[in-house]
């Protein structure tokens, strides 16, 4: 069901970006705030749409792009729903404080869990195969949030929420190849990989932003949002769409750009 609405999104070119500390750094230096000069160009809002999951957090475009993949930080169950919004299947996982979710391939997906510092990977059936522990400091609610995966180079890009922020890339074994510190916004909340132009998108709850960087860390482009606790992103760049979802509204908000 469509909700007309008078939300927007901006999108913010990266022109005289700054970036304190820069690629292949360690745990002590990293991603800054950046200073962005502001263009007037205005995203189009395609739709608003009630989902019938509890509390989503997390998104994913399926192989194909035709649907997407949400898990329910309140059931833990993992979501396969249509591009407006509407239920296809639900696997229960019996997992909990699920926050994040990645298509591996036809078969595979992974999922975080938040407090344990874990990822998982399971088929699409809900059935686990393994699991990864991530070696992370801080408290039990401000751990893993977000998770990307690049099918080319079998990647996984996982984000920590706050104090710090981090960036961990991982490879096809879920073994670490780097950290970073990020800086550059309060939270950090979802984060996608778009295979297209090799960049990752980060968004930030707290600061009600979307910023796009290089796989080297520096920025792009950066978004303001203006969404209550946007838990989950995912950009189909071919289509030009941008997806959010919304852990309090329990919505669905849709997005289309021309370029940024």
């Keep these: 069901m469509f909700f007309a609405t008078r939300w927007c999104l901006l999108i913010i070119p990266v022109g005289l970006a700054l970036l304190t500390g820069g690629c292949g750094q360690s745990e002590d230096s990293g991603a800054g705030m950046a200073r962005f000069a502001i263009a007037s160009s205005v995203l189009k809002p395609e739709g608003v749409f009630r989902l019938g999951v509890k509390e989503p957090s997390g998104l994913s475009l399926a192989v194909g792009g035709k649907s997407l993949w949400t898990v329910s930080d309140s ?27 990645a298509t591996l391939d036809e078969t595979r997906l992974a999922v975080v869990l938040e407090r344990s510092r874990e990822v998982v990977i399971i088929d699409q059936q809900g059935v686990e195969s393994r699991r990864a522990s991530l070696e992370l400091a801080g408290s039990d609610n401000s751990g893993l949030e977000g998770l990307a995966y690049d099918r080319v180079d079998q990647k996984f890009y996982v984000l920590k929420e706050k104090t710090p922020g981090l960036l961990l890339v991982l490879d096809a074994d879920m073994k670490e190849l780097s950290r970073h510190t990020l800086t550059f916004a309060k939270d950090f909340s979802s984060i996608d990989f778009d295979p297209v132009r090799r960049h990752l998108w980060v968004m930030s709850d707290e600061s009600r932003s979307i910023h796009v960087l290089g796989l080297d860390l520096a920025p792009v482009a950066s978004f303001a949002i203006d969404i209550r606790q946007a838990e989950g992103l995912v950009v189909d760049y071919q289509k030009r769409r941008v997806y959010v979802v919304s852990d309090r509204k329990e919505k669905l908000y849709v997005y289309s750009f021309s370029e940024y």
């Design 75 to 101: 059931t833990g169950d993992v979501v396969e729903m249509t591009l407006d919004g509407r239920e296809l299947r639900r696997l229960a996982t019996g997992f909990s404080d699920v926050e994040a979710i």
